[in-house]
Each structure stands twice: as structure tokens, then as C-alpha cells.
């Protein structure tokens, strides 16, 4: 055993992922339903558990996504470290639609998700200022090189609301704050993986560049759809690639000491904590809580 276990949230496009045939598991959570059942399976020996993010068939929109369930039910299900795989939106030229960009950093510019576990009766914060794992995201970044994708590793993400596209003016204002692709689901996703102390990686597949290009089309769904095809064709052969490496290198703990980030993050002492509250916790933070 090399003591990784990936779980993987698929974005649009990727709604399954072959040779995972073990059981499905953790159909509910203490926040409520994830998206679906947790897949599980073996990649390259590497136990694998997966959800796809909108559901099967695309059935949640942006805001409709359970995040809190989802993250939730991946720690239920064992996972050690978390890769996303989401579409994007370009806000610079040379990264082009069919490139997969790394991302270290974001923009969070969503409304009335929620955000935390954490809340009245357990108060925490976790530093976010580095939001990724430094050593699992250079892992995914050459792993999509080896799947044949033209990688940009480090970028950063502007998490919007969505379901709607961009205006131009919006577009362009986020090119003017240094962003580098835009999209909609990685917010609130990446604070909550950090807070159940879950090394998180990145990869936002580009399929379009959004609305900001003077005279070029328009963001819409079919062109969409026409580069997402291939993306997540490249993205199961990046999940292959990364579970390889994972099987050839014992895991460690992470380099930037997030499965350990709750010991400095939570405030509220234990005798004054929410036995409620408490059990909701009982999987994200079962570890500093002793639950």
C-alpha cells in the first residue's frame, strides 16, 4: 500500500470514470446529500472514490451543488487527497481553449454558499493564503503532460455565482485583477477541502475565453460542449497517469502542513463547543475533535 487514497470530483463533462467496480458509498451526510453516491474502485492499485459534482447527467446547477456533503462524504470515504477537474473559462490569450491550467491561487466573487463547517458553537479559521497543495498540484501538472494536455502550471481562478455567463465589462474587469480563467464551482469547494484538512489540487480544463476578446465569440454552451468532449478525454487519461505516480511513491504528509491545519485554525475551547455541531464534525475534523 502506498497509503494514497484519491478522490476525485469530476466537473462537467465527467461524469464517470472507468475501472472503478467496488461498491458505491456514502449516499448521505450530516450536511445532506452529496451530489451522488461516492464510486470506489482501484486505479494502478491506488484506491480511488469519486463524485461527480453536478450529479449524474448534469442535474445541479452551480449553485445547487452540496459542497459541504460532497467533501464531507469524501473524508467518509477515505480519500487522502482531492483532485478537481472543472471547465473553464480563459481570461488570457495564450491559455486556449483544450490547455489545462493548474491553478494556486483565487478569486472568490460567489454569494450564499456555504462557505464552512464551522459556525455557532465551533468557530475556526483556516489560513487559505496558499489554497492548494503545492506538492499534489505539481503531481497533477505533470500527469497532464504525460495524458498529452498542454498544462499552464499556477493560475488563478475567478470563482463566479454563475449559472449565467459573464457581461463583457465583467469579463474584462477580472482580466484588469490579474485572474487567468473564470468558473463556477471551485469556491466554496477549495476552503471547505482545506478545513477537512484535505491536500486539494486544481485543474480547470479551458473551453472557451469567455467574453472579453474584442470582436471573437460570444461564451455560449454548444462551443462548449464541442472542446469539453475533448478535454475530458485527456482528463481520464491525467486521472490514469496521476494514479501511476501515486502507486510508485509513498505518500507523506503534505509539504504544506494542511492535514494538521486545524491545530491553529480552531478558536472556540472544548468545554464551550456545540455537542450538536460536534457531530456534524465527526469525519471533517475527527482528528483535532477526537470524535
Known amino acids: 500500500m502506498t497509503g494514497w487514497t484519491l478522490g476525485i ?15 458505491e458509498t456514502v449516499t448521505d451526510t450530516p450536511w445532506g446529500k452529496p451530489s451522488a453516491p461516492v464510486r470506489t474502485g482501484k486505479l494502478a492499485g491506488v484506491p480511488v472514490c469519486f ?4 450529479g449524474p447527467g448534469h442535474v445541479l446547477s452551480p449553485d445547487a451543488i452540496n459542497y459541504r456533503a460532497n467533501i464531507d462524504a469524501l473524508k467518509r470515504a477515505g480519500a487522502t487527497d482531492i483532485l478537481s477537474l ?9 491559455m486556449a481553449p483544450g490547455d489545462f491550467v493548474v491553478v494556486d491561487q483565487y478569486v472568490d466573487r460567489t454569494k450564499g454558499r456555504a462557505s464552512s463547517f464551522f459556525g ?4 475556526a479559521h483556516v489560513p487559505m493564503a496558499d489554497p492548494v497543495c503545492s506538492r499534489l498540484s505539481s503531481m497533477v501538472a505533470d500527469a497532464g503532460e504525460a495524458a498529452g494536455a498542454r498544462v499552464h502550471q499556477g493560475g488563478t481562478y475567478l470563482a463566479m455565482e454563475g449559472p449565467q455567463f459573464s457581461t463583457r465589462a465583467e469579463s474584462r474587469l477580472y482580466r484588469e485583477w490579474g485572474c487567468d480563467v473564470i468558473g463556477m464551482t471551485n469556491m466554496p469547494e477549495a476552503r471547505l477541502a482545506r478545513e477537512a484538512e484535505l491536500p486539494y489540487a486544481s485543474v480547470a480544463m479551458v473551453t472557451d475565453y469567455d467574453s472579453w476578446r474584442a470582436g471573437g465569440e460570444d461564451v455560449d454552451v454548444p462551443s462548449i460542449l464541442k472542446v ?10 491525467l486521472v490514469e497517469s496521476l494514479a501511476e505516480a501515486m502507486a510508485a511513491s509513498p ?20 468545554a464551550a463547543r456545540d455537542t450538536v455541531l460536534m457531530g456534524k464534525l465527526d469525519a471533517v475534523a475527527r482528528r483535532v475533535l477526537g470524535a
Open 9 to 23: 470530483i469530476g466537473g462537467s463533462g465527467l461524469y464517470d470514470l472507468q475501472g472503478l467496480d467496488g461498491p
Open 51 to 54: 463524485i461527480p459534482r453536478h
Open 86 to 94: 472543472s471547465a473553464c473559462g480563459s481570461l488570457r490569450e495564450h
Open 120 to 123: 455557532p458553537g465551533c468557530v
Open 228 to 237: 469539453m468532449q475533448a478535454n475530458a478525454a485527456k482528463a481520464r487519461k
Open 251 to 270: 505518500r507523506t504528509p503534505s509539504p504544506d502542513g494542511i492535514e494538521s491545519i486545524l491545530d491553529i485554525a480552531i478558536v472556540t475551547p472544548p
